[in-house]
């Protein structure tokens, strides 16, 4: 049975290829080409990947990533599709669908969101699956969002990260759109905000909302 983390690894090689090396993606400075080396550095290369959160190893993380990137594009998705080497820690039991589900999720619609899309309903085993993820991934939001947070399902479910002494923004939107919010990604997901209009703006100004 194929899980959902390599239902999503398809989705993204083939939104890849799709796009081309040169397409555009939502992630700042990157072509497809750029994202593809990403992938495969965070995987392939944990001496270089560590500069994906550490600031300090940042330089590091960029010089392999830009070697890795003028690797021909068709290898780089070949090595990406075929999963992590077997010495990655990406292998270990239960790293992968941790990991990488959100992470394969978001860069998908980085590509499929950087040109014109349409809305496209999410499975419903993915969309229960990106709900559970929303807690932890709204705490990594909440590290840079200078408001409380409560985040609504299209269900009525919520889940609500407070900052002392801040005011309370909604956030409303399908699970996949949340994630996509959390990760700066708002302003091209239907998510809709609610609340004190100095908060929505404060909001806006560190995680992007959608035009009005």
Not at 75 to 83: A, D, M, N, T, W
Not at 140 to 148: E, I, K, L, M
Request: charged content about 25%; overall charge neutral; glycine content about 12%.
């Amino acid at each position: 049975m194929v899980s959902l983390v390599e239902r999503e690894r398809a989705r993204l090689s083939g939104l890849m290829v799709g796009a081309g090396p040169e397409g555009a993606t939502l992630c700042a400075g990157w072509a497809v080409r750029d994202l593809a080396a990403h992938l495969v550095v965070r995987e392939g290369r944990p001496d270089a990947a560590a500069g994906i959160r550490v600031r300090g190893l940042a330089g590091w993380t960029e010089r392999v990533q830009g070697r890795a990137a003028e690797r021909p594009f068709g290898e780089l998705v070949k090595s990406f599709r075929s999963g992590p080497p077997a010495w990655s820690p990406f292998n270990l039991p239960g790293v992968d669908g941790a990991a990488n589900l959100v992470e394969f999720f978001v860069h998908a619609e980085d590509v499929r969101r950087a040109v014109e899309f349409e809305p496209e309903p999410l499975d419903g085993e993915l969309a229960e699956a990106l709900w559970k993820r929303v807690p932890m991934v709204a705490r990594f939001g909440d590290a840079r969002s200078p408001v409380s947070l409560r985040l609504v399902h299209p269900d009525g479910r919520e889940v609500t990260v407070r900052r002392k002494g801040a005011p309370v923004v909604t956030v409303t939107g399908g699970p996949g759109e949340l994630v996509l919010f959390l990760y700066g990604r708002g302003a091209r997901a239907a998510v809709v905000a609610e609340g004190e209009p100095g908060a929505v703006e404060a909001l806006a100004h560190v995680l992007p909302l959608p035009a009005a």
